[in-house]
C-alpha cells in the first residue's frame, strides 16, 4: 500500500507543479516532500491517530523548511543552527511511536533547503510544495490503508491479563493445572515480544500511552509472582480465607482489565467499584496479619501468602486503574491519583494535587528522563545532529553541485555505533553504484526524451517506495539512485552524468557519517544498556532502602527515589530496544540482558510494593517508629508488655534493616560491575541472604500476667512479616544475577572495533 500510494501521489504532485504551475523549487519541495511523508514516514493507529501524526509532520517540516532556507546563505550560521534543530527532531522521537516514524520525513524537510542554493523569497514556494505533499500524502493515507488489524499491543496485553485472571481464579478454587500457568507465561511472552518489538516504545508521551506502558510492565509482574504458587514455592491451600477472597477479588479484576484492553462493555466506574472492594480485602488481610499467632513454621507460610496476595492485589488494582487510565475511561481524580502513584512510590490517602497543563508537564517530565547524557536518546541525537551539522558544512565548503545528497548520505548511513556505520557506509555506496549503473544504462537504452522519462518515473517510484523494510539496504539506495537520474534529468537533462554527481556526494556524506560514528559513542548503544542498567540497579537500591524504613516505621516521609527509579527504568528500557535493534552480532545472549532488566524491574517493583503495604486498620501506622506498632500488636498486655513488645519490634527492623544494607550493596556491586570497565574490577560474589524465615527476633514475647503453666500464644510484628517476604523474594533471586552480569562486563571489557 505505501508503494502503491506513492506511485500514484508522487509523479502527480510532480507534474501538477513542475508542468502545470511551472515552478521548479515547488516541483523540487512537493517531490521530496511526497517521498519524506509516504515513504519515510509511516505512521500507525486509527486514522485519527494518523491524521494527527500529519498534521504534526506537516506544522513541524513548514517551520524547518523556513529555517533552513534562512540559514542556507552562510555557510557557519547554517551548520550551527543544524545542530539544534536537527537535535530536537531527533529527541523528539521519545514522544512515541509516531513521533518516530517522523524523524526522518521532518529531517528531509530541513535538510532539502539548508544545503540547496535559496532565498527568503524562494520560502512561499517551497512551503507551498511542502504543503501540497502533505496534503495530498495524508488524504491518500486515510483513502488507502489497509485496515487496521487493531492495537497489537492491548491485545496481547489483555489476552495476558485474561490467562492470569483464569489462573489466578483456578488456583484459589484448588483446580490450577501446569496448563494453566504454562498460558499464562505464554501470554506473557507473547505480550513481551510485542512491547519490545520496536526500537522505541510503542507507546506515547501523552498520559494514556504512559498508563498502557505500565500495564505491560504491571501484568509481566504479576505473572512472576503467580510463578511462585505454580511452582510449588507456596503451598496456597494453607492460606488463611481472607487472602483467598482478596486473590479471588485480584483475579476478577484482571478480568476487568482484559475486558477494558479488548474494548468490552465495562465502564470505569464498574472497574472503580471492583478496586474499592479489592482495597476492602487488602485492609482485611492486613488486620488478619496483625493477629497472627503460634508456632512459627505455620505463622511464617500464612505470612508468605499474605505477602503474596498483597503484592498481587497491589499488581492487580494498579493495572486496572492504567487500564480505566489507557483506553480513555478515568475521570480527572482517578488520572491525577494514579499519576501519583507512578512517581510518589506510596499510597497514603492525601487527595491528589491539581494537575494543570497535563500535556505541558507530560512533555517537562520526559524532558526530565531523558536530559541525560545517559539517555540513549540524548547520545543518539547529539551524535546525529553534529554529523548533519559537519556534513551541512562540508557540503558547502566543497561546492558540489547537490549538497543536499551530501547531507543524504550522512542521514542514510548514520547507525548508533561505529561498527553498524562502517557496514552500512559499504551497502550504502555499493548501492549507489549499482543505482547508477542502472540509471545510465536506462538513459541509454530509453534516451533523455521527456516521454520515455515520464514512463519511467513511476515505475522507478514503485520500487524506491517498496524497498524499505522488504529488501536489503542496498536496494533501496540503488532505487531511490535511479528515481533521482530520472527525476533530475526531467528537470534539467544532464545524462547519466547526474548519477555520478550522486555517487560522490554520497560517498563524502558516508566518510562524514563514519568519522562522526568513530568521534562519538563508537560503542553505540550496547555501552548506554550497561550504563542504565547500572543506574537502574543504584536507583532501585535507594529506592528499596527508603521503602522498607517507611514499611517498618522508621522513616516518616514517603519515599521519595521513586521517580528516579523509574526514570532509569524508562532509560534502560530506550537503551535495550536499541541495542537490540542495531545490526552485528551480539556478544551477550538476549536471554541474559532480559534476566538483567527484570531484576531492576522486580527491584523497583518490590519497593513499589512495600511502599503502598497497608497499615493497620485505625492507625497511621507507616508514618510511626515500631515501638507504636508493637505496642498496638501486643494488645491489652499492660506496658510491660508494650515494652516488650516495642523490643521486638526494634530487633525485627534491625535484623531486616541488616539485610536490606546487604541487598542494596549488592546490587551497588552489580552496578560497578555491569557499568563502565575497570582495571581493577573485583569479582562479582553472590549476596548471602539469610533464611529470614528461620529468624525468630521479629516474635514478640510472651505477655506478662499469663496463667501459671499456660503458655501465651506467640505474636509477631506484622509489618516485619510483611518486609521479610518481600526481601526473602529479592534475596532468593539475587542469585541469578552474577553470571550474566559478569558476562555482560566481559563484553564491555571487548574494545569496540573487535
Not at 528531509?108 to 502533505?134: D, N, Q
Not at 484492553?261 to 472503580?272: H, N, P
Not at 517507611?550 to 522513616?555: D, E, V
Request: aromatic share 6%; glycine share 8%; proline share 6%.
Amino acid at each position: 500500500m505505501r508503494a502503491v500510494r506513492a506511485t500514484i501521489v508522487i509523479p502527480s504532485l510532480f507534474a501538477l507543479t513542475f508542468k502545470v504551475v511551472g515552478d521548479p523549487q515547488m516541483a523540487l519541495f512537493a517531490t521530496f516532500g511526497g517521498f519524506a511523508t509516504l515513504v519515510l514516514a509511516s505512521f500507525g493507529g486509527t486514522r485519527r491517530n494518523k491524521a494527527v501524526a500529519h498534521l504534526g509532520l506537516a506544522v513541524a517540516g513548514s517551520v524547518v523548511v523556513v529555517i533552513g532556507t534562512l540559514v542556507s546563505g552562510t555557510v557557519w550560521i547554517a551548520a550551527l543552527v543544524t545542530v539544534p534543530v536537527t537535535f530536537a527532531i531527533f529527541f523528539a522521537g521519545v514522544a512515541g511511536p509516531n513521533a518516530a516514524a517522523g524523524i526522518t520525513g521532518a529531517l528531509l524537510a530541513y535538510v532539502l533547503p539548508v544545503a540547496s542554493p535559496g532565498t527568503a523569497a524562494m520560502i512561499g514556494s517551497r512551503l507551498e510544495g511542502w504543503w501540497l505533499a502533505s496534503a495530498a500524502s495524508t488524504a491518500a493515507v486515510l483513502l488507502l490503508s489497509p485496515r487496521s488489524p487493531g492495537d497489537r499491543l492491548r491485545s496481547a496485553a489483555a489476552a495476558s491479563a485474561s490467562a492470569l485472571a483464569s489462573h489466578l481464579a483456578a488456583a484459589v478454587a484448588d483446580r490450577a493445572t501446569p496448563e494453566d500457568h504454562e498460558a499464562s507465561v505464554k501470554a506473557k511472552h507473547e505480550l513481551m515480544n510485542v512491547f519490545v518489538a520496536t526500537p522505541y516504545r510503542p507507546t506515547g508521551l501523552a498520559t494514556a500511552d504512559q498508563a498502557m506502558a505500565n500495564v505491560v510492565q504491571l501484568l509481566e509482574w504479576c505473572t512472576s509472582l503467580m510463578a511462585e504458587i505454580s511452582d510449588g514455592h507456596l503451598d496456597l491451600t494453607r492460606a488463611a480465607p481472607i487472602d483467598r477472597e482478596l486473590l479471588g477479588t485480584a483475579a476478577a479484576l484482571l478480568e476487568d482489565v482484559s475486558w477494558l484492553l479488548s474494548g468490552q462493555d465495562v465502564t470505569g466506574r464498574d472497574v472503580m467499584r471492583d478496586i474499592d472492594r479489592l482495597e476492602r480485602g487488602r485492609a482485611q488481610s492486613a488486620a488478619h496479619q496483625w493477629e497472627l499467632s503460634g508456632d512459627s513454621p505455620a505463622v511464617y507460610a500464612m505470612a508468605a501468602l499474605a505477602s503474596h496476595a498483597q503484592a498481587i492485589a497491589v499488581t492487580a488494582r494498579s493495572a486496572a486503574a492504567d487500564a480505566v487510565i489507557a483506553t480513555g475511561r478515568a475521570d480527572p481524580v482517578t488520572v491525577a491519583a494514579q499519576r501519583r502513584s507512578w512517581i510518589g512510590g506510596a499510597e497514603d490517602g492525601s487527595p491528589p494535587p491539581p494537575r494543570r497543563f497535563g500535556a505541558v508537564v507530560d512533555a517537562a517530565e520526559l524532558i526530565v528522563r531523558h536530559a541525560s547524557p545517559r539517555s540513549v536518546w540524548f547520545r543518539s541525537s547529539l551524535r546525529g545532529a553534529i554529523a548533519l551539522a559537519a556534513a551541512v558544512a562540508i557540503a558547502d565548503l566543497s561546492g558540489v553541485q547537490h549538497g543536499f545528497w551530501v547531507v543524504l548520505g550522512t542521514l542514510s548511513v548514520l547507525r548508533t555505533n561505529a561498527a553498524a556505520t562502517g557496514s552500512t557506509v559499504m551497502r550504502a555506496l555499493a548501492g549507489t553504484v549499482a543505482g547508477f549503473v542502472i540509471g545510465a544504462v536506462l538513459l541509454l537504452v530509453i534516451g533523455t526524451g521527456p516521454a520515455a522519462l515520464w514512463i519511467a518515473l513511476p515505475v522507478a517510484i514503485l520500487v524506491a517506495a517498496y524497498s524499505p523494510g522488504t529488501a536489503p539496504f542496498a536496494v533501496g539506495q540503488a532505487a531511490f539512485t535511479v528515481t533521482v537520474v530520472v527525476l533530475f534529468n526531467l528537470l534539467v537533462p544532464a545524462g547519466w552524468k547526474v548519477g555520478l554527481l550522486r555517487i560522490q556526494d554520497v560517498a563524502i556524506g558516508c566518510g562524514v557519517s563514519l568519522v562522526i560514528g568513530l568521534l562519538f559513542w563508537p560503542r553505540g548503544a550496547g555501552a548506554a544498556v550497561g550504563d542504565d542498567l547500572a543506574d537502574a540497579f543504584r536507583r532501585g537500591a535507594a529506592y528499596l532502602t527508603q521503602a522498607v524504613d517507611w514499611s517498618l516505621g522508621l522513616r516518616p516521609q514517603v519515599p521519595d527515589t521513586a521517580f528516579a527509579a523509574v526514570t532509569a527504568g524508562i532509560r534502560l528500557d530506550d537503551a535495550l530496544r536499541l541495542f537490540l535493534s542495531e545490526n552485528g552480532t551480539k556478544r551477550v545472549p538476549k536471554a541474559d540482558l532480559w534476566l538483567l532488566v527484570m531484576a531492576t524491574m522486580r527491584l523497583r517493583l518490590t519497593a513499589h510494593s512495600l511502599a503502598v503495604l497497608p497499615a493497620r486498620a485505625g492507625h497511621d501506622g507507616a508514618a510511626r517508629p515500631p515501638s507504636a506498632d508493637s505496642a498496638d500488636s501486643a494488645g491489652s498486655a499492660g506496658s510491660a508488655d508494650g515494652a516488650a513488645g516495642r523490643l521486638a519490634g526494634v530487633a525485627a527492623s534491625a535484623t531486616l534493616r541488616g539485610v536490606t544494607a546487604d541487598l542494596a550493596n549488592f546490587y551497588e556491586r552489580v552496578a560497578v560491575e555491569v557499568g563502565p570497565p575497570r582495571r581493577d574490577q573485583p569479582p562479582l560474589a553472590p549476596v548471602a541472604v539469610p533464611d529470614l524465615r528461620a529468624v525468630d527476633d521479629n516474635e514478640e514475647p510472651e505477655p506478662h500476667g499469663a496463667a501459671s503453666g499456660v503458655a501465651a500464644p506467640r505474636r509477631y510484628f506484622a509489618r516485619a512479616l510483611w518486609v521479610r517476604e518481600h526481601l526473602q523474594h529479592l534475596g532468593d533471586h539475587a542469585q541469578d544475577i552474577p553470571a550474566p552480569a559478569e558476562r555482560l562486563a566481559q563484553m564491555r571489557r571487548v574494545p569496540w572495533w573487535r
